[in-house]
């Protein structure tokens, strides 16, 4: 199974749906909390080249945000990134 990396903060409704998604695949995320954290919300933002959460890495690939997600996940791209 791949990596998943996540940045997100605990409240966001988009980390919320990002988590729930992901979860549903059986799949274990690494959430890297940027709330509260500026250097490490600018370390995301340096890697994403985005400013809002979630951002989603999978393997080191950029995914980018939950609607990015949501949609490779309907495309049947999402299971393809996890499981191959």
Same mark, same amino acid.
């Given at each position: /199974?791949?990596?998943?990396? /996540? $940045?997100?903060? %605990?409240?966001?409704?988009?980390? /919320?749906?990002?988590?729930?998604?992901?979860?549903?695949?059986?799949?274990?995320?690494?959430? %890297?909390?940027?709330?509260?954290? #500026?250097? %490490?919300?600018?370390? /995301?933002?340096?890697?994403?080249?985005? #400013?809002?959460?979630?951002?989603?890495?999978?393997?080191?690939?950029?995914?980018?945000? $939950?609607?990015?997600?949501?949609?490779?996940?309907? #495309?049947?791209?999402?299971?393809?990134?996890?499981?191959?």
């Amino acid at each position: /199974m791949s990596e998943v990396v /996540m $940045y997100a903060t %605990l409240f966001c409704p988009y980390c /919320m749906r990002a988590r729930r998604l992901l979860k549903s695949k059986g799949v274990s995320i690494k959430e %890297l909390r940027v709330d509260g954290d #500026n250097k %490490l919300w600018k370390v /995301m933002e340096k890697r994403s080249g985005r #400013n809002t959460v979630p951002q989603i890495f999978i393997d080191d690939r950029h995914i980018g945000g $939950y609607d990015d997600l949501a949609r490779i996940n309907q #495309n049947g791209e999402l299971d393809k990134l996890l499981y191959d």
